[in-house]
């Protein structure tokens, strides 16, 4: 009997700790609770009206950039006082008058760079009284809404930049400045659009609120569900198959989920159980879920939000960030696939009982093969139809485009109304049957639909991210209101009246779960824009970069390790757009300048990404990995030694970030369609060898040196350019004045690594590196025109005479009076890509040698 109690009490427990971490703890009843709910969903329906085009059609409701952010920061200052209790002690079921008080003056303090634009426009830079004391109430009422939105360490980051601001004179050594007024750090941090009021808040309000309103609609919707049953149907049978599916169902979930710790417990709740049930301890069960939700962070196209803000902060488009990003978080989810087979292997654990029929492997590939060539076929058509179609309707294309995909919608509930509703199952219960893969696939088949829209606006229509993401949510609101009505039509079940209020109902709570779900990150994007806002008004960006150097002894690779280590620390307890936000202002700056001064010229893309996977990686780390001590609640393990195995089986994606800033080849920079297959597959296999060094085992349990030539494969395959750089150097030095002959003699499009050395901008003297692409050019002193250059000679010198203001030489750094140091040019050298065979055949080696001891240990 206390079975159910229990169940439930683990529950209520999972909610509180959800409720703490991302939607708010507090849960008043009456009139309060309907506000609140009221305001949340008003919240909603606004960021809908300012992302569609009825604004503009209309004539009313538009707001410009300034103004819809501090609206944006007044609801989610509002609800963060309404829905967070001040402290563990504080009442849940009702909201005191002080918490009251405090939520209208925060929101006023926010809304008041609206409410007064016009007055504020009129004395830029100039504040009152008035607007400093406004400014200050907000910026304390703000930090005070982070605190109890996010916990303390964000709160303390941006207070210690206030106090830097201000207190920059009596800083020791390289940290001091010449320090901030109270009015310029007010006017910086509140009245302007460089601090609270930045790009941050920007893309929370732009585009990061539609996706997560789109997920909690898709997740209300029952898609959430769907998408576990189709993982476990597809794969529970297999060997470890409930971790396997829990992979799979977590990176499904967490391609529109902005919160791993949320994905961990929607997901975990079901998984780890059953995970249990075939044989992994409470702990791997746990820590397989952890990675696989917190890899949901780096999965296009949400990315924990990021993916937006690095649209911002990089200056390319959105799809170029998916296709850069898509490649490493695809590998890093077959990677841990493979973890769990190892780890099932290992074990000798069995999978779940199928249900269904058996049928012979021949057919089973068949049968995936035809689905896919069909897939394909669909996809094809469709891409190039409507490329027909649209120049030849013309205006009326959206609408034969709406009426097709509504054909299309109902066709698909049609067939899912012939298969039962699917229900979760208590993962608790003593006998669990694996759902039939037809059945299971076809009943849901409706939920792709927004998801197809979404990414067709974005990759092929080229919308930004803020109007795909608004028609992918419209769709997905009619489906909400249409669904369970036409299901009911369809199966002749005659509640029709029923159904149509349950729909109202599942959309009015995906309405304000959306806008609970992003109180929190619309508090910590306000908040993260401090600490941008001291950055740019005091250059700490600059003395961190000197620290790091001094640090690391000018050493490259304990440069990469102490950046990544300073991106966990200040990644602890942050959620995933924080987090990011605040290593990529403070450590993706310090990464480039190092990196040129030191000879790596890495793509400003390739060093976001790294900051980003590890500032993700700090939910998994102890001591504070919150997604661990997450799963620990569920799999009644120890959180601690939880969160040592996530980390463990996270190996891989800590790996890939050093990886690919070595080698951008990974992140599809500069690489066709071919070549790109071809990393994708050899990524791959090396990715995959990587596990099985980690884990210790590839056919048998691996042998100490077997496991480090496995690693040494892995890396050659990573990163073949190495050793083949051992073996031919890459570049042959010219002298500088050279340097037209050289643009001469190279191939349009190839590059020229030039070391330059001049002053940094407090003019302190700086070397570094710029890789220059030679640009079109009958001759070399044509093509040096189109860089934009103009170079003198003094004695054996060779220095920048005069720049050409917005040339390419501008824009790579070149200035007035620097000096030409060196040029390396390219030389033909064998492709690096042959160092993958030697790689190839210490592999064959190794699996033969395991190969050899297999049938004794099958034997024993």
Known sequence: MSQPSDANELNSELEDLVATSDTGARKPTGAARNLLMSIAAIWSLFQLWIASPLPFLVGFGVFNSTEARSIHLAFAVFLGFMAYPAFKRSPREYIPVVDWILALIAAFCAAYLFLFYAELAERPGRPTTQDVIVAVTGLVLLLEATRRALGPPLMIVALVFIIYSVAGPYMPGILAHRGVSLEALTNHQWLTAQGVFGIALGVSTSFVFLFVLFGSLLDKAGAGNYFIKVAFSLLGHYRGGPAKAAVVASGMTGLISGSSIANTVTTGTFTIPMMKRVGFSAEKAGAVEVASSVNGQIMPPVMGAAAFLMVEYVGISYVEVIKHAFLPALISYIALIYIVHLEAVKAGMQGLQSSNPPRPLLRKIIGFLTGLLLLMALSFAVYYGLGWLKPALGDAASWVIAGALAVVYVGLLKIGSRYPELELDDPNSPVVHLPQTRPTVMSGLHFILPVIVLIWCLMVEHLSPGLSAFWATILMIVIMLTQRPLMAAFRGEGNTGSA?????????????????????????????????????????????????????????????????????????????????????????????????????????????????????????????????????????????????????????????????????????????????????????????????????????????????????????????????????????????????????????????????????????????????????????????????????????????????YGSPAAELGFEFDQEIVEILAPVDRWAKEWMWIPAIGVFLLVMGLQWRRRPAAASA
């Open 500 to 804: 149509v209020r349950q729909g109202f109902d599942e959309l009015w709570q995906g309405l304000v779960a959306g806008a609970r779900n992003m109180i929190g990150i619309g508090i910590a994007t306000a908040t993260a824009g401090i600490i941008v806002g001291a950055v740019s008004q005091t250059g700490v960006g600059l003395v961190l970069a000197d620290l790091v150097e001094i640090l690391s002894m000018g050493n490259l690779m304990l440069m990469l390790l102490l950046t990544a280590v300073l991106s966990l620390i200040l990644g602890m307890g942050l959620p995933t757009t924080a987090n990011y936000i605040v290593v990529s202002a403070l450590l993706a700056p310090v990464i480039v300048t190092l990196g040129q001064e030191s000879g790596l010229l890495v793509p400003l893309i390739a060093v976001h990404l790294f900051v980003f996977y590890f500032g993700i990686m700090a939910d998994v780390t102890p001591p504070v990995g919150l997604a661990s001590f997450a799963a620990a609640a569920v799999s009644g393990g120890d959180p601690i030694r939880t969160g040592f195995q996530a980390f463990y089986y996270s190996l891989r994606t800590a790996a890939l970030p050093f990886l690919f800033i070595f080698n951008t080849d990974l992140l599809l920079i500069d690489v066709d369609w071919l070549h790109g297959i071809i990393i994708f597959c050899v990524a791959t296999v090396a990715m995959l060898i990587f596990a099985a060094a980690t884990q210790g085992w590839l056919v048998v349990k691996s042998r100490w040196y077997e496991s480090l030539l496995l690693l040494l494969v892995a890396f050659t395959l990573f990163r073949p350019g190495f050793w083949m750089d051992m073996v031919h150097d890459p570049y042959r030095s010219i002298p500088p004045t050279q340097l037209e002959q050289s643009l001469e003699r190279l191939d349009k499009g190839s590059n020229l690594r030039i070391q330059v050395s001049g002053q940094d901008d407090i003019g302190q003297p700086r070397t570094f590196f710029v890789l220059v692409p030679v640009p079109e050019g009958a001759d070399g002193a044509e093509r040096l025109d189109k860089l934009g250059l103009m170079l003198m000679q003094d004695g054996d010198r060779t220095l920048v005479d005069m720049v050409t």
